[in-house]
């Protein structure tokens, strides 16, 4: 018979365990490769079940979970630093996503570009990525269950990369990431906690150009920010 500390060890084991498939994305035992490499390293130290964004990206291969890769021409999986401290995260691929392959490249890429220059950073410091990584056709809203099959990639690229901060870009980013149907005007303007992450949800840049005034609500937002990463920052050991 287990005695209590062998039993108290298990449990400690079994949670660990899944809090990190949690943080990997995994939801539940769906017997996917992912989540079956993951409980064959049970009992072994909790650091081998870390992934990158490489094992992430492998993993999601060439995609057709959902209806969205019948009409794509490239998978945008999100691009910039492995490391980030920043992370942004937008709604899904446009035209030119679609068409180069490459994240926020069209004309609110190039705003967002700008936004991150003036914090300071540039893309090569900050990571970028969706909540879907296929274009819907005619750039429709992304549906329930198309984002259903491509989040929890998105929370696999949080987690492998551990940013100390994200900044949703839009509703449904926000909605998506803080599991809300609160509107972006009523979340924005403040920080809210994404697990240890600070999250700050603004306006979508493609929402911007078409609302030049909010603009100044959005540079607000950017100024809350940038003076919470330098006290981060300052803070850390």
């Known amino acids: 018979m287990m005695d209590s500390a062998a039993l108290f060890r298990t449990i400690e084991n079994i949670k660990e365990t899944l809090r990190l498939m949690a943080e990997s994305g995994c939801r539940g035992f769906d017997c996917s490769p992912r989540c079956l490499d993951m409980m064959a390293g049970w009992g072994r130290p909790a650091a081998s079940a870390r992934e990158s964004l490489t094992d992430i990206r492998e993993e999601l291969g060439d995609c057709r979970r959902c209806r969205l890769h019948l009409k794509r021409t490239h998978i945008v999986f999100g691009e910039g630093d492995p490391h980030a401290r920043l992370v942004f995260v937008g709604e899904g691929p446009g035209f030119e996503e679609d068409r180069r ?18 914090i300071g ?7 970028i990525g969706n909540i879907i990584k296929c274009r819907p056709p005619g ?21 492998a990369i551990r940013p100390r901060f994200v900044c949703a870009l839009g509703s449904f980013a ?7 149907d609160t509107p972006i005007s009523k979340l924005r303007g403040r920080f809210h906690d994404y697990g240890a992450i ?14 030049p005034a909010k603009k100044r609500e ?20």
Not at 121 to 127: D, G, P, T
């Open 101 to 118: 392959g490459q994240v926020f490249v069209g004309a609110a890429g190039q705003l967002l570009t700008r936004i991150i220059q003036a």
């Open 174 to 180: 926000a909605r998506a990431l803080l599991r809300t």
């Open 198 to 211: 600070k999250l700050m949800p603004t306006y979508h840049p493609a929402y911007l150009l078409r609302n």
């Open 218 to 237: 959005t540079w607000e937002d950017m100024k809350q920010l940038m003076a919470a990463m330098q006290s981060d920052e300052q803070n850390s050991p």
């Open 139 to 159: 750039n429709r809203n992304p549906e329930a269950d198309e984002i259903d099959a491509c989040f929890p990639f998105l929370e696999r690229q949080i987690a």
């Open 121 to 127: 950073l540039s893309r090569k410091q900050v990571y």
